[in-house]
Nanobody, 125 residues
């Protein structure tokens, strides 16, 4: 069982930046799939970015490419999401997810069994 704790959310004006962190507790191997997802009120949860911590695979939602960067610190069992040039439409609850196995799509929410409680990001215009 893996526990995920997100932090770093907050309120920011459009054009600003935030860095989200996701600390993983429990059994974490050196090769794990981890991702960031978000859910705005009245909308479905959607992928933002995901990464294979063993190296080589990442994915990003088209809407965040070039502005958001996912990264990891394996020594700290921590996942990050650097968000730059934020827009009001990026306002959502951001969730961290993790799993040791992904069948086909690392950016698909159905691939992940372990989820954090979320951290709120609010971007004002």
């Amino acid at each position: 069982q893996v526990q995920l704790v997100e932090s770093g959310g907050g309120s920011v004006q459009a054009g600003g930046s935030l860095r989200l962190s996701c600390a993983a507790f429990g059994y974490i191997s050196s090769s794990y799939y981890m991702g960031w997802f978000r859910q705005a009120p009245g909308k479905e949860r959607e992928a933002v970015a995901a990464i294979y911590t063993g190296g080589g695979s990442t994915c990003y939602a088209d809407s965040v490419k070039g502005r958001f960067t996912i990264s990891q610190d394996n020594a700290k069992n921590t996942l990050y999401l650097q968000m730059n040039s934020l827009k009001p439409e990026n306002t959502a609850m951001y969730y961290c997810a993790a799993d040791y196995r992904v069948v086909s799509n690392i950016c698909a929410k159905y691939e992940y069994k372990n989820w954090g409680q979320g951290t709120q990001v609010t971007v004002s215009s």
